[in-house]
């Protein structure tokens, strides 16, 4: 992968980055690959497809209002980085917060942070531990989770970290109308509302997005 496609694969998708954005996915996608080995951070299958798979697909949520307007993020169950990482390359302002309960791959996160130069904060730990150990609780305006876990365990686990106002935004596969029954059927008073994907990718045409708020 080299600059020039990374470049010109966001400016495809409307989005036009600096040299010094386009330098921090071309560091980051090497620091993927060459830490993946360890840290276990994408499917091997994945190493020749980050770009879109893992870049386009994350950068893309801020063509959504709501990460727009959001001052606090946390991304829960951030593996590699995402969609955090590419969020906060392309939406500077954004405080970005990223959490995972795997040990290597926070260690990774904190050295790709500093490698790009990147102000986010790694938090490593149990989701449901962490809201109270770490003084994160109510403090986010979205939690943002891709592919973790279903959305009622999900919900719960991000709960704790929202503002009143916040909101869980789940990026999710088509099927994810069984897990919004079954999260209704268990939390009837959340306000639920199911989108399509906001750009039209070519390995991502079946995604949804889920918003929850309280």
Known sequence: MTKREISAAFKKLGIVLSKKQTDQFFLYAESVVSGNIKANLISKKDEGRILERHFIESA???FLNEFREAQDVLDLGTGGGFPGIPLKIVCPQINMDL???KQKKSVFLKEVAQKLNLSVNVFWGRAEELSLQ???GHKYDIVVSRAVARLPQLYNWAKPYLKPTGQLVAVKGSRVSDEITELKT???SLSIELRDFPVMLEMSQNLKIVFIKS
Request: a positive charge; glycine letters at 0%; charged letters at 35%.
């Open 60 to 62: 893309a949520l801020s």
């Open 99 to 101: 959490l995972d309960a």
């Open 134 to 136: 770490q003084k994160l």
């Open 186 to 188: 268990k939390q009837k």
